[in-house]
């Protein structure tokens, strides 16, 4: 799908499958989030308890956590840093436990909340189906925009080594898909609210995938 950027031309070995191994044998993990609408986040995580088999426990008026489930402890919360006040220390503008939780509820229908699991190995993401399928149940729904972000899935992924090698080959990665994941933002057939950073200099880029 990607075969040039520009004039660099990838190699047929850069497409296949990434080693499921991390460095010290283990299987390599992932940490999952996924944003959605819908219920709040107690709701969201006392059906997670009653459909994994966890328990829900109070981090904040909206924030809780799953503990128990067969993959691991599950943080269910508002996706608004400020109305966590006590687990965000470095905001500038810190607000009162009694605002943080008055601020949560009036922004509800309007900010994301986000599931987010502790790292699972690689080979048990189809298992989260039955997360997202509880969820859903539950009510939450949602994709694409909500006013000025988008609702996301994100991958935490585990490197397999933390070497040279290894950080400069996912650089190297990202580099070559790089102008045409921003040409399909471009052209719209990916969609976007947000706005995209900065591109890295051509010049750059062709210093990082020069073979030599």
């Known amino acids: 799908m990607f075969g040039v950027m520009n004039d660099i031309a990838i190699a047929p070995e850069a497409l296949s499958s990434p080693p499921l191994l991390a460095a010290d044998g283990s299987l390599r993990r992932v940490g999952v989030e996924v944003e959605f609408l819908g219920p709040s986040a107690r709701i969201a995580a006392e059906a997670l308890a009653h459909d994994l088999g966890g328990a829900c426990e109070t981090v904040d008026p909206h924030a ?4 128990g489930t067969h993959l691991g402890d599950l943080l269910i919360e508002t996706d608004l840093r400020h109305v966590h006040p006590d687990r965000h220390p470095e905001l ?15 922004a509800s229908p309007f900010v994301p909340r986000e599931l987010i699991t502790a790292p699972i190995p690689t080979t048990r993401l189809p298992e989260m189906d039955t997360v997202v399928e509880s969820l859903r149940a539950a009510g939450a729904y949602g994709r694409a925009a909500v006013l000025w972000d988008s609702l996301g899935l994100h991958f935490n992924i585990d490197p397999p080594r933390l070497d040279a090698a290894t950080v400069t080959a996912f650089l190297k990665a990202m580099l070559l898909v ?13 969609r976007r609210t947000f706005v995209l950073p900065p591109d890295y200099p051509q010049a750059y880029k062709r210093r990082v995938l020069n073979p030599d």
């Open 92 to 106: 500038g503008l810190r607000l009162d436990r009694r605002v943080a939780a008055w601020l949560g509820t009036l």
């Open 178 to 190: 790089s102008d045409q994941l921003r040409h399909e933002i471009a052209c719209g057939s990916v």
């Open 64 to 67: 809780f956590k799953v503990t």
